[in-house]
């Protein structure tokens, strides 16, 4: 994602990163952390909230991290801002991202934690994708490893945002899900 169409998906300003990206350890209260704010979600938007997972690297053991929660929301239609964002807005999180081109995601930023809450349709392939990329790391300490490599190399580097980051570890998490669908067909 170029710095073009950051702007053009963030609201407000994008947050710069004057500093290198600071993986951490696993730590033992992250998955904690996600039920609390599960929770919190589950209590404001009740029946809209389909399916709340914990995604992202927090979300497997042993893996090293950015300390940042990333929890995945599934609601009926993530472009029907009014049906879940104002309740989220009033239990503390603010709306960050807005992707219409991309399976209409919306990122909230939590409101006391660092979490970032990632908001999908249902039925849309990215939820899938997301959670084959969470399986699989949970589950294949090579494919584990070779993703921790790949973080702990692009980390030393400089990035002024965040996205920048993610989008560098691309073409190895799509590797990782290409491999993860071919091991759920294979079943």
Same mark, same amino acid.
């Given at each position: 994602?170029?710095?073009?169409?950051?702007?053009?998906?963030?609201?407000?300003?994008?947050?710069?990163?004057?500093?290198?990206?600071?993986?951490?350890? =696993?730590? /033992?209260?992250?998955?904690?952390?996600?039920? @609390?704010?599960?929770? +919190?979600?589950?209590?404001?938007?009740? %029946? &809209?909230?389909?399916?709340?997972?914990?995604?992202?690297?927090?979300?497997?053991?042993?893996?090293?991290?950015?300390?940042?929660?990333?929890?995945?929301?599934?609601?009926?239609?993530?472009?029907?801002?009014?049906? =879940?964002? /104002?309740?989220?807005?009033?239990?503390?999180? @603010?709306?960050?991202? +807005?992707?219409?081109?991309?399976?209409? %995601? &919306?990122?909230?930023?939590?409101?006391?934690?660092?979490?970032?809450?990632?908001?999908?349709?249902?039925?849309?392939?990215?939820?899938?994708?997301?959670?084959?990329?969470?399986?699989?790391?949970?589950?294949?300490?090579?494919?584990?490893?070779?993703?921790?490599?790949?973080? @702990?190399?692009?980390?030393?580097?400089?990035?002024?945002?965040?996205?920048?980051?993610?989008?560098?570890?691309?073409?190895?998490?799509?590797?990782?899900?290409?491999?993860?669908?071919?091991?759920?067909?294979?079943?």
């Amino acid at each position: 994602m170029d710095e073009e169409h950051l702007r053009a998906v963030t609201i407000g300003e994008p947050q710069l990163l004057d500093h290198l990206i600071q993986l951490v350890e =696993y730590r /033992p209260e992250w998955p904690s952390l996600f039920f @609390r704010e599960a929770e +919190r979600i589950r209590s404001v938007l009740g %029946h &809209r909230a389909l399916q709340i997972e914990h995604v992202g690297s927090t979300s497997v053991p042993g893996l090293a991290a950015k300390p940042t929660i990333d929890i995945l929301l599934v609601v009926r239609d993530s472009a029907d801002e009014n049906q =879940y964002v /104002p309740p989220l807005e009033a239990a503390g999180y @603010r709306l960050r991202i +807005r992707e219409p081109q991309l399976d209409e %995601h &919306r990122m909230l930023k939590g409101p006391d934690t660092d979490i970032n809450l990632h908001v999908l349709s249902q039925g849309c392939a990215e939820v899938e994708r997301m959670l084959f990329f969470r399986d699989r790391l949970r589950s294949n300490e090579a494919d584990r490893q070779l993703y921790e490599r790949t973080k @702990r190399q692009l980390a030393q580097k400089k990035w002024k945002y965040v996205q920048e980051y993610a989008d560098a570890k691309t073409s190895v998490v799509e590797k990782i899900v290409s491999r993860a669908r071919r091991a759920f067909a294979s079943r």
